[in-house]
Nanobody, 122 residues
């Protein structure tokens, strides 16, 4: 089992950047595919990005493609989400996700962090 703790959220102006980080416990971090999801008030949770175990493969939701970048450091047990050119519609609670399965928009991993709030003002 893995425990996930997100950090780095906050209030930012539209057009600027934020970097989220997710720290994972355990010694088998490199065994997990990792992902980021988000949930805005009154909306369903949606997929944001995923990265493979080695970091060699990434995939993004169309809404963030070209603006967000996911990366991981298996030596530090961390996965980051660099968010550039933020828009007000990026406002949501962002969740780190981990799983042995390949994470997709319709199949998240089994493990979730507690979430971190991102608010983008116009």
């Amino acid at each position: 089992q893995v425990q996930l703790v997100e950090s780095g959220g906050g209030l930012q102006q539209a057009g600027r950047s934020l970097r989220l980080s997710c720290a994972a416990s355990g010694r088998t971090f490199s065994s997990y595919n990792m992902g980021w999801f988000r949930q805005a008030p009154g909306k369903e949770r949606e997929f944001v990005a995923t990265i493979s175990r080695s970091g060699g493969s990434t995939y993004y939701a169309d809404s963030v493609k070209g603006r967000f970048a996911v990366s991981r450091d298996n030596a530090k047990n961390t996965v980051d989400l660099q968010m550039n050119s933020l828009k007000p519609e990026d406002t949501a609670v962002y969740y780190c996700n981990a799983g042995y399965v390949v994470i997709t928009a319709y199949r998240p991993g089994d493990y979730w962090g507690q979430g971190t709030q991102v608010t983008v003002s116009s």
